[in-house]
């Protein structure tokens, strides 16, 4: 044994962990002197020192034995060992399928334990096209973020490093019998259970399927009853006036059920009345706006368009303009769902149309489109309907906050919100959606007097271009239909963004 090896390790350990000679001799129950010895290479700790000394240093007692860090020769792994490592204080992680002695920054790190997956760490597995695409509800911030993923195989692994205000997701090229890992700044290691492949993933889908229509419930009875005035539109003139996208994106399972829970669980023995008066109204007047937005916008040199709360809106899908881009932008779960749907129908996902998954009352709006090719430079219009009703006002005013601090001037934000009498209305369908709202497991949270949501925009640098209350909403859309009214206290907006 070279004791003067030996020694050098063991100072070098020492000090790359700020400890004082004294302070592994306490440990240790031995002199300062004792320790003292080992280092100048004049003597070699007792066989009964060296399992406490590795603990304290955190290293392999075989590398103290050894005297030195590269103690394993070179050896092929099976890649199902794997082992992670990852070093928070400068967020480097290394993967390894054979013995290793990993040291980063001075630091011995030891393999991470994975754990399995519970409700506060899981993730989402969808087939898009040839593709896995896997999503997270959890939040990217610096201080609590997925550090990286990595999708082990048989034969392969391939690793996707994340950063805090990044995309919660990833897609990684289909190999079946492979697992999944991802590791949580806060929490460590997790690994997704079982290993993927075909059986279970269809399994998992048909699961899915079978215990939730839809990852949001208000946001599937919106497609449902645009999809449902058109087709009954349509009907009406004997002929195909509208092409039906809406309703390509609703399974015609949920499509019937949906129709038979009006049908059997109201009061309302037409089906057509019910989606007039309940269901209609605001979805319908909402895309009839937004189209009118956009023709503008266009007009004034707006090249950029993005969905706050996408759900299923079939704008990318129906627009012709290649001129625009799009974003849209949703949750995780409600962004896979969607995709997974268009892959379903055979439409095509339009090559000017990026679809990003996010928590938008967890993550930077900022980061989350400079990150997807979105360009600060140019006008851009913001689409935020059936948003804020779930939405806070301070959550509502940071929007608009963080908006302003790198959308282009001329850029418009358009949306529908609550107004002040909402939740003390006593009109039947109003408090119908209210409560319906509840049921899903949305509730309402916000609403506005036109006073107060005037001073929250200019305080923000934006200004009320247009209002319309449902008078307004009446006469623009609705003028002459004996069938639908607009829907009360609900108002749309359009504003603008003025330096």
């Known amino acids: 044994m070279d004791l003067a090896k030996s020694g050098k390790l063991l100072r070098s350990l020492r000090t790359s962990k700020g400890m004082t000679q004294k302070q592994v001799a306490d440990k240790l129950g031995v002199l300062p002197k004792t320790v003292s010895k080992w280092e100048t290479g004049h003597g070699f700790p007792d066989i009964s020192y060296i399992s406490d000394l590795s603990d304290i240093l955190e290293v392999s007692t075989e590398t103290l034995l050894a005297g030195n860090l590269n103690l394993n020769q070179q050896s092929s792994g099976n890649v199902k060992n794997i082992k992670f490592y990852y070093w928070k204080h400068c967020q480097s992680f290394v993967q390894s399928i054979g013995k290793t002695s990993v040291i980063c920054c001075g630091k011995q790190l030891s393999a991470l334990i994975p754990q399995p997956v519970n409700n506060s760490h899981s993730l989402n597995v969808a087939e898009i096209e040839n593709d896995f695409y896997i999503t997270f509800n959890h939040e990217m911030t610096k201080e609590h973020h997925i550090a990286f993923i990595a999708f082990v195989a048989t034969d392969r692994f391939l690793t996707v490093k994340l950063y805090p205000e990044q995309d919660s997701s990833v897609r990684f090229p289909k190999m079946y019998d492979g697992k999944i890992y991802f590791y949580c700044t806060k929490h460590g290691l997790f690994e997704y259970p079982p290993s993927l492949n075909k059986q279970n993933i269809q399994s998992k889908q048909n699961k899915q399927n079978n215990t939730k229509l839809s990852p949001s419930l208000t946001a599937l009875l919106s497609a449902f009853s645009i999809a449902f005035t058109t087709e009954t539109q349509n009907n009406s003139e004997n002929k195909q006036l509208k092409e039906n996208l809406q309703k390509a994106l609703i399974t015609n399972k949920e499509y019937q059920e949906i129709k038979n829970y009006i049908s059997f669980n109201t009061k309302e023995n037409d089906i057509s009345k019910y989606v007039n008066t309940y269901l209609a109204p605001t979805p319908v007047a909402r895309k009839s706006f937004c189209t009118d937005c956009i023709k503008t916008a266009v007009l004034t040199g707006t090249t950029q368009y993005v969905i706050l ?144 949501l005037e001073k929250l925009l200019e305080n923000n640098n934006f200004l009320i271009y247009e209002f319309l209350n449902p008078n307004d909403i009446q006469k623009r859309y609705f003028n002459g239909s004996q069938n639908i009214t607009a829907f009360e206290n609900i108002d749309f907006v359009q504003a603008v963004f003025k330096k």
């Open 309 to 452: 709360g996408c759900g299923y809106d079939v704008f990318s899908l129906e627009n012709k303009n290649r001129n625009i881009n799009t974003f849209e932008i949703d949750k995780p779960e409600m962004i896979a769902d969607k995709l997974n749907r268009i892959k379903k129908s055979g439409l095509k996902i339009p090559d000017n149309t990026v679809f990003i998954s996010a928590d938008l009352t967890k993550n930077s709006i900022k980061n989350i489109l400079l990150n997807n090719g979105f360009n600060k430079n140019k006008k851009t219009l913001f689409s935020c309907f059936g948003l804020f009703y779930y939405l806070t006002k301070e959550e509502i005013s940071n929007l608009f906050k963080e908006l302003s601090t790198f959308v282009a001037t001329g850029s418009t934000v358009i949306f529908d919100f609550p107004d002040s009498h909402i939740f003390s209305s006593e009109i039947s369908r109003v408090k119908n959606m209210l409560k319906m709202a509840e049921q899903s497991g949305e509730p309402m949270k916000t609403c506005f007097s036109y006073n107060e």
